[in-house]
């Protein structure tokens, strides 16, 4: 039996507020898989100590393979295409990074930022590629994506 190949992967995102953590998106064509693997604090961001940890995780991953990245993380967040409604991409806008937002139908959302380079539109082309369920709609808008956030303290939805 060969083990999944990783269709897209979404290097060098960050989540969470603080501390903030470092994780890879990896989509394959089922679901996508979240592996967290460090905590960072503001003298790490200072010091480009993000940038060498997330360059370390992946060549982890290219070289030694799947079961090795997953070995390194700290967290592991498994999330089939069934369970997502709608994956969103911001372009960042002109002041901020890009942002992915995965939407789950039973769960709170997932953001995270992406600091690796990325292009919001071949992010959504591979994302449309790779996302086998029909559930699962991609969207790209334009903004730093904070209005999703401010939409779900008001209560509102979308």
């Known amino acids: 039996m060969t083990s999944p190949q ?9 989540t969470g507020s603080y501390p903030l953590r470092l994780v890879d998106l990896l989509f394959f064509d089922d679901r996508v898989i979240l592996l ?3 905590y960072l604090t503001g ?18 991953l290219e070289s030694e393979g799947l079961a090795a990245a997953r070995a390194a993380a700290e967290r592991e967040q498994r999330i089939d295409y069934d369970g997502l409604d709608r994956i969103v991409v911001y372009d960042g806008g002109a ?3 890009e942002k992915v937002v995965l939407e789950r139908t039973d769960a ?7 600091h690796g380079g990325v292009e919001a539109d071949g992010l959504c082309a591979a994302l449309e590629s ?3 369920s029909d559930s699962t709609a991609i969207d790209r808008q ?6 999703d956030r401010f939409r779900r303290l008001c209560g509102l939805t979308r």
């Open 6 to 14: 990783v269709r897209v992967h979404l290097h060098y995102a960050m």
């Open 36 to 38: 967290e693997y460090d």
């Open 43 to 60: 003298f790490d961001l200072a010091t480009a100590g993000a940038d060498r940890r997330a360059a370390s995780f992946a060549e982890t």
């Open 95 to 97: 002041v901020a990074r």
């Open 108 to 114: 709170a959302p997932v953001r995270v930022r992406v």
């Open 130 to 132: 790779t996302v086998a």
């Open 142 to 147: 334009s903004g730093a994506g904070v209005s």
